[in-house]
């Protein structure tokens, strides 16, 4: 088992660029998470999806959208990329609800210039 | 929506003294408390979680507490170890679905 991964592990983007951050769980869990890390700021969350084709809004999801096109895999889209979503992002996913151990991937570095 | 708060943001004890990062949450409804540890470079991993219809839970040299009439927790870390070296997360969650994270605590543990 591979657990969470992510793909890429390191990004640089210039202003305006768009991309996407894969993340991808071989445990069956029914549930997914985009959260992005600042300094300070801890783990705020994106998006979640509770389950395949269903995806949610978090604290902070101005500027990212998602798909869960199939249960294992769950992606961020940065449609035009700004220097504010310089950050490293991390994917986790639960079993069934958000009541258990989250397993997180290990985290992708974006930097936008 | 919940909201977290973590205190301290940073946090030096000695090898062998306790460490004690405390909690706050503002949604009544939350029912699951977790902890997360975070290695420099490495994923956060869970370390302890407590539910809402237990007061307390330990697991060797970690333990938490909960209080849900003031509306938080906390992690103890007894006898700490240089390795302990790593910053924590407190979490919560409710039956929206969402788990929000507290700021993180930077632990340094000095031998």
């Known amino acids: 088992n591979a657990g969470v991964t992510q793909t890429p592990k390191f990004r640089v983007l210039k202003t305006g660029q768009s991309m996407t951050l894969l993340c991808a769980q071989d445990?069956?869990?029914?549930?997914m998470y985009w959260y992005r890390q600042d300094p300070g700021m801890g783990l705020r969350l994106i998006h979640y999806?509770?389950?395949?084709?269903?995806?949610a809004k978090g604290e902070v999801p101005d500027g990212y959208n998602v798909s869960r096109l199939k249960k294992q895999n769950f992606l961020l889209g940065l449609e035009s990329a700004a220097p504010s979503q310089t950050s490293v992002y991390f994917c986790?996913?639960?079993?069934?609800?958000?009541?258990?151990?989250?397993?997180f991937g290990q985290g992708t570095r974006l930097t936008v210039v | 929506g919940e909201n977290v708060e973590q205190h301290p943001s940073t946090l030096s004890v000695q090898e062998g003294d306790s460490a004690v990062i405390k909690c706050t949450y503002s949604?009544?409804?939350?029912?699951?408390f977790p902890w997360y540890k975070q290695e420099l470079g490495k994923r956060p991993q869970l370390i302890i979680d407590?539910?809402?219809?237990?007061g307390e839970k330990k697991d060797q040299r970690i333990a938490v507490t909960l209080n849900k009439t003031a509306k938080h927790f906390s992690l103890h870390i007894t006898e700490t170890q240089p390795e302990d070296s790593a910053v924590y997360f407190c979490?919560?969650?409710?039956?929206?679905?969402?788990?929000?994270f507290g700021a993180g605590t930077r632990l340094t543990v000095k031998p």
């Open positions: 949604d009544s409804a939350s029912n699951y």
């Open positions: 445990m069956n869990h029914e549930y």
């Open positions: 979490a919560a969650s409710n039956n929206n679905n969402d788990m929000r």
């Open positions: 986790a996913s639960t079993q069934n609800r958000a009541h258990t151990e989250a397993f």
């Open positions: 999806s509770v389950g395949e084709g269903t995806t």
């Open positions: 407590i539910r809402s219809n237990v």
